[in-house]
C-alpha cells in the first residue's frame, strides 16, 4: 500500500505542540478520514504511550491538532485533542497554548497583511465559539518571531504574543458557573466547577492527600489519587452534560501560594498530570480566583476585586493571567481573559499517510 501525502505543519505554541493543517488541504476527505489522518500524523493510538509513529509527543500537551481557515475577516481555529492511546480525536475543547501559533501562521498563510510594530489578529475558536485577539509581532510591517520574551516550561526566548480572550466565559451556554453553584459537593468533596475558555473541576489537594507541590511524576505514581481525580471529573461532568467525554471537563487541584504566586495548581489532561499548566485552564482558574465563592477565591484570600493579574504556580514555574468581571443583572461575566506566550514554526511540508488509515483498515481497525 502507498501512502497519502497532505500538506501540513508543526508549530509549538505556547508550551504545547500540534499538527497544524489548513482547511481546504483537508476539503476533500470526510470526517472521518479527516480523524484518521490525525491519528496518523501524530502516531496514534500508540499502547506503548510514546507514539513513536508520528509526531505526538506521548502527553496530552504534546499530540494536538489544529485546522486553520479565514473568512476574510477573521482566522478560525478548530482544536482536537489526540488520545495517545486510543484512536480517538476529541474536538469539543479548545487550547490556550496553541492559540498562540495561531496568529503567526495567518500572517504566514497571507490571510492578515502584517502591519509595523504589531498585528492584531482576530481569532473565531469554533469549538467554543469564543473569540480572541493575538498580537502578533511585525516590526517593519514583517513577521518575526525572534525576541527576549520567556515562558515557564519553554527553553529559550522568543517574540512576546499576546492573547485577548474576549467573553471567554459559558463556553457551555451556561456562564462562568455552569450549575450555578460557585462550590458544591460532587463524588464526596466540595468542588468548584468553573467555565473559562474551557470548563474546569477545582478541588483542594488537601482533599485528596495531596500537597499540590508534588511533581507531576509523583502524583501519577499514585493510581488511587489518579483514579479518585477521574472519579470527581466525571462526576462533574455528567452534572454540566459533559458525560463521556475526555478532553473536558479538566480537573486541577489547588493549593494555597508560594514563592510570590497567588495559588498553585496542578491540572489533569486526559488523565495525565499536565507537565506545566493548561493556558485556557490558567484563565479559568484565574477568573475562579476572582469569582466570590469559589475554592479558588478562599484558596487565594481574594479580595472583591473585578480586575486583576493572577500569578499560578505549575510545574515548570509560573503563568500570569489577567482577568475582568463585570456584575450583570445579578450575575458575573467574565470580560476577558489575557495572558501572553510565545510560538515557533519547527517545520512544514507534508505528512504521509497510510492509504489504509483512509479505508478503514489501519491496524487497530483488526
Not at 470526510?30 to 490525525?38: E, L, M, S
Amino acid at each position: 500500500m502507498g501512502q497519502v501525502a497532505v500538506p501540513a505543519a508543526f508549530w509549538r505554541g505556547g508550551t504545547s505542540r500540534a499538527v497544524l493543517f489548513k482547511q481546504d488541504d483537508l476539503a476533500r476527505f470526510d470526517t472521518r478520514q479527516r480523524d484518521r489522518i490525525v491519528l496518523a500524523a501524530l502516531g496514534s493510538p500508540d499502547p506503548g504511550g510514546r507514539q513513536v509513529d508520528g509526531l505526538g509527543g506521548g502527553i496530552s500537551s504534546l499530540s494536538k491538532v489544529c485546522i486553520l481557515d479565514s473568512t476574510g475577516d477573521e482566522v478560525t481555529f478548530t482544536f482536537g485533542q489526540v488520545d495517545v492511546l486510543q484512536p480517538v480525536v476529541d474536538w469539543t475543547g479548545t487550547c490556550g497554548n496553541m492559540s498562540a501559533a495561531v496568529g503567526p501562521f495567518a500572517i504566514e498563510a497571507g490571510w492578515i497583511p502584517p502591519r509595523a510594530p504589531l498585528t492584531e489578529v482576530p481569532v473565531l475558536a469554533t469549538n467554543v465559539q469564543k473569540r480572541y485577539i493575538a498580537q502578533v509581532p511585525t516590526p517593519d510591517g514583517e513577521l518575526s518571531l525572534d525576541g527576549d520574551y520567556a515562558i515557564d516550561g519553554v527553553p529559550g526566548t522568543a517574540a512576546r504574543i499576546g492573547l485577548k480572550w474576549l467573553d471567554p466565559s459559558g463556553t457551555q451556554g451556561r456562564g462562568p458557573l455552569p450549575t450555578g453553584q460557585p462550590c458544591q459537593r460532587v463524588d464526596g468533596l466540595d468542588v468548584s466547577i468553573v467555565d473559562v475558555a474551557n470548563p474546569f473541576v477545582f478541588l483542594r489537594a488537601s482533599d485528596v492527600g495531596l500537597t499540590g507541590s508534588e511533581t507531576p511524576l509523583e502524583i501519577e505514581s499514585d493510581p488511587e489519587v489518579m483514579a479518585r481525580l477521574e472519579s470527581i471529573r466525571a462526576a462533574a461532568a455528567h452534572l454540566i452534560g459533559l458525560a463521556g467525554l475526555q478532553a473536558i471537563p479538566k480537573v486541577a487541584i489547588l493549593a494555597p501560594a508560594a514563592n510570590g504566586v497567588d495559588i498553585v495548581a496542578r491540572a489533569v489532561s486526559m488523565q495525565r498530570i499536565h507537565r506545566t499548566f493548561p493556558a485556557t485552564g490558567a484563565m479559568c482558574l484565574a477568573a475562579a480566583v476572582v469569582l466570590p465563592g469559589t475554592i479558588a477565591h478562599e484558596i487565594a484570600k481574594s479580595s472583591d476585586v473585578v480586575e486583576r493579574t493572577v500569578r499560578i504556580g505549575h510545574p515548570a514555574g509560573v503563568i500570569e493571567i489577567g482577568v475582568e468581571l463585570e456584575r450583570r443583572s445579578g450575575e458575573w461575566v467574565v470580560c476577558s481573559a489575557s495572558t501572553s506566550r510565545t510560538a515557533r514554526k519547527i517545520m512544514d511540508g507534508q505528512v504521509y499517510v497510510p492509504s489504509g488509515y483512509l479505508a478503514d483498515h489501519a491496524w487497530f481497525d483488526r
